[in-house]
Each structure stands twice: as structure tokens, then as C-alpha cells.
């Protein structure tokens, strides 16, 4: 079974800090590339942070760049996302997203499994 399992969501304070984790399991984990996406009520879903496959450039969603990091652990099978100075804006449900590695970041179309998601709640 595939399955790609996002946690660490909750509640946090404005300005605190949360590191997200996507553990994926049920196929090839090299094969693919793991990226975030968020979706706010009311909101369409974003892309949130995505590392290219081709060269490994880190893309960010503009109003996270320089708060958010994306990062791996192949061994463990686990992307993160680490989420500093976070804001009220930045309360969503967050998702974890498989793709294949020949497609580019935040491409829909590309993406072959999603997560059911984590919810980030930051109070102001």
C-alpha cells in the first residue's frame, strides 16, 4: 500500500516554529520527489516548498522564503519541512506530495500520491 503519512501539525503561537515530517512508504522513495503544498479555507491549494529533481534548486512559495526549509532523510524514507517566524497566515492543512522525478515542482500533473494532510494552526 502507498502511503505518504504527513505530521507534526498543530498549534503554535505567531512566531513560533514547527517542523512538518512526510514519511513515505509502499514504493521506490529515489524515484520520486516529495514537495508541500498548504490549502487555507477558502483558499486554493499552493505550493508551499519543492526541491527540483533536475537540479536540485530549492523553490519556495514567495511568502515563506527565507522561513521555511525543505530537507530529506533518504534513510528514513522522510521529507520535512521546517517552518520558522510562522504567522496567522500561514494557518492550513498541509500536504505531503509524490511526484515523479521527471516532472518539475508543484506540477499537479506529475504528482502520483498525496497525503491526507496535517493541520497548522498559528494564533496571532
Known amino acids: 500500500e502507498v502511503q505518504l503519512q504527513a505530521s507534526g501539525g498543530g498549534l503554535v503561537q505567531a512566531g513560533g516554529s514547527l517542523t512538518l515530517s512526510c514519511e513515505a512508504s509502499?514504493?521506490?522513495?529515489?524515484?520520486?520527489?516529495i514537495g508541500w503544498f498548504r490549502q487555507a479555507p477558502g483558499k486554493e491549494r499552493e505550493g508551499v516548498a519543492c526541491?527540483?529533481?533536475?537540479?536540485?534548486?530549492?523553490y519556495y512559495e514567495d511568502s515563506v522564503k527565507g522561513r521555511f526549509t525543505i530537507s530529506s532523510d533518504n534513510a528514513k524514507n522522510t521529507v520535512y519541512l521546517r517552518m520558522n517566524s510562522l504567522k496567522p497566515e500561514d494557518t492550513a492543512t498541509y500536504y505531503c506530495?509524490?511526484?515523479?522525478?521527471?516532472?518539475?515542482?508543484?506540477?499537479?500533473?506529475?504528482?502520483?500520491?498525496w497525503g491526507k494532510g496535517t493541520l497548522v494552526t498559528v494564533s496571532s
Open positions: 506530495a509524490a511526484r515523479k522525478r521527471d516532472y518539475p515542482c508543484f506540477d499537479v500533473i506529475g504528482i502520483n500520491y
Open positions: 509502499g514504493f521506490t522513495f529515489d524515484e520520486y520527489g
Open positions: 526541491t527540483s529533481s533536475s537540479d536540485g534548486t530549492e
